[in-house]
């Protein structure tokens, strides 16, 4: 609606928090999106007109929700990651030089851990990082589903308390074994990256990015 309050704020009170998009939002403004797959697809219809830069970490996304945001990127710069903490972008850094050399020699598990009231599981950030250590396995939720062959990846979900995030990548032969691990401490570490890809695509013209281009472009 046009007559929306604020539900809040963060980054010192001046980013403020909204439950659906206000009618009079300025051009230019950058939205920051965390809510529900389903509402992607509208988003990105309502801000077309405008071409307001996107932000958006919303998990889940089928292909319908992917294709919204390439399509709306063509005219606006979008930044689209599964988790928008700085220590998962230099993770991914990290299994991308480890994967090679162990993804033919090691078994490989995911182990995640959120608090009970996350829906999804595997998380998105699971997703994300099996196709970081191998973009052609499958990923298997558990020892519940089958991959029909070839190769896979199991994610271990666990959904307790108030944990804000916490991952681990495992690469085991029967000699050794090798852990690779992000924690998120507070869920402030979500807010504050998000605030950071707002700063930057608030500078782009249009395109589709990813927290690692944040990462690179912080060195160069």
């Known amino acids: 609606g046009t007559d929306l309050k604020s539900e809040g704020s963060v980054g010192d009170g001046d980013v403020p928090i909204y439950s659906a998009l206000p009618g009079d939002l300025p051009q230019g403004t950058v939205v920051i999106d965390f809510s529900l797959a389903g509402a992607v697809g509208p988003l990105v219809e309502t801000l077309r007109p405008r071409g307001n830069p996107l932000v958006s970490g919303t998990t889940g996304l089928g292909v319908e929700e992917v294709d919204a945001l390439r399509v709306y990127s063509e005219v606006a710069p979008v930044l689209y990651d599964e988790n928008m903490s700085y220590g998962i972008s230099v993770l991914?850094?990290?299994?991308?030089?480890?994967a090679p050399l162990m993804r033919d020699v090691a078994d490989t598990e995911i182990i995640e851990f959120h608090h009970s009231g996350k829906r999804d599981y595997p998380s998105g950030t699971a997703y994300a990082l099996a196709r970081v250590v191998d973009p052609e396995a499958t990923v298997i939720s558990g020892r519940q589903s089958?991959?029909?062959g070839g190769r896979s990846i199991v994610v271990h979900s666990g959904r307790v308390g108030g944990l804000p995030g916490e991952h681990r990548v495992v690469f085991a032969t029967g000699e050794e074994m090798?852990?690779?691990e992000h924690r998120a401490i507070a869920r402030d570490v979500f807010a504050r990256g998000a605030l950071r890809a707002a700063r930057f695509v608030s500078g782009k013209q249009h395109g589709l990015f990813s927290m690692k281009d944040l990462l690179e472009a912080k060195n160069e």
């Open 178 to 180: 090798i852990t690779v």
């Open 146 to 148: 089958d991959s029909g």
């Open 92 to 98: 991914k850094v990290i299994l991308e030089a480890a």
